[in-house]
């Protein structure tokens, strides 16, 4: 059973277009983290959220963990080819879990 | 060198080869991580090293031995694999144990077993 549902699986816009995508569980997380994995390198941190409805923004990706603490979403503003990526989320409960990811492609 | 090396980024072996993976981490942490990344699947931990110790084995198969000599280093010493253990070895460090989970991860090792 996959604890961190990441949606969509795949997403495909053109520059300059707006996306969110998320991260939902049934379980409770004292923090959770988002990654960006680009090919042929491992996951690298964007942020780190640990207060329900908490939001965090960094340049044009705002981040918001649910009051509950089951999910979150990120938010990209004008999107640019640099945000093509695999994007990663993970939640720490007694373990930790990562989700399978949303593959974000930005088309010039 | 900063940040996470593994070597080598790429391998090719046989169902009866015996390899290593290796990793270094040159930030000073305290815990180490190895992962499996396979395609449309979550990051799937396997060893757990904190300070040297393995802190957790999350039920990997017996053809998977890891190994840390010392908070730098952790190997993934690899024998008798099969097609499906084909996949991204990801190793990561953080300064100590989950650390909030605030992990640095290396490149990775694309491992293809034929």
């Known amino acids: 059973t996959q604890l961190l549902e990441q949606s969509p699986q795949f997403l495909s816009i053109q520059e300059g277009e707006n996306l969110t995508v998320y991260c939902n569980s049934s379980?409770?997380?004292?923090?959770l983290q988002w990654y960006r994995q680009e090919p042929g390198e491992g996951p690298v941190l964007l942020v780190t959220?640990?207060?329900?409805?908490e939001v965090k923004k960094l340049k044009r990706l705002t981040f918001q963990f649910g009051d509950a603490r089951k999910d979150s979403s990120l938010h990209i503003t004008a999107a640019q080819p640099g945000d093509t990526g695999l994007y990663l989320c993970?939640?720490?409960?007694?373990?930790?879990?990562f989700g399978a990811g949303t593959r974000l492609t930005v088309k010039p | 060198e900063t940040g996470v090396t593994q070597t080598p980024r790429h391998l090719v072996m046989g169902m009866t080869n015996k390899k290593s993976l290796k990793c270094e981490q040159h930030?000073?942490?305290?815990?180490m991580y190895w992962y499996k990344q396979s395609a449309k699947k979550p990051l799937e931990l396997m060893f757990v090293?904190?300070?040297?110790?393995?802190?957790e084995n999350n039920s990997v198969p017996s053809r998977f031995s890891p190994e840390c000599p010392n908070s730098s280093h952790l190997f993934l010493h690899l024998h008798t694999l099969q097609p499906e253990d084909s996949a991204l070895y990801l190793c990561?460090?953080?300064?100590?144990?989950?650390?909030?989970?605030?992990?640095?991860f290396g490149p990775g090792t694309r491992l293809t077993v034929t």
């Open positions: 959220v640990v207060t329900g409805g």
């Open positions: 990561a460090s953080s300064q100590d144990l989950w650390q909030g989970l605030e992990q640095y």
């Open positions: 993970a939640g720490e409960d007694n373990d930790m879990r």
């Open positions: 090293y904190s300070l040297e110790e393995r802190v």
């Open positions: 930030l000073g942490h305290n815990a």
């Open positions: 379980s409770v997380f004292s923090s």
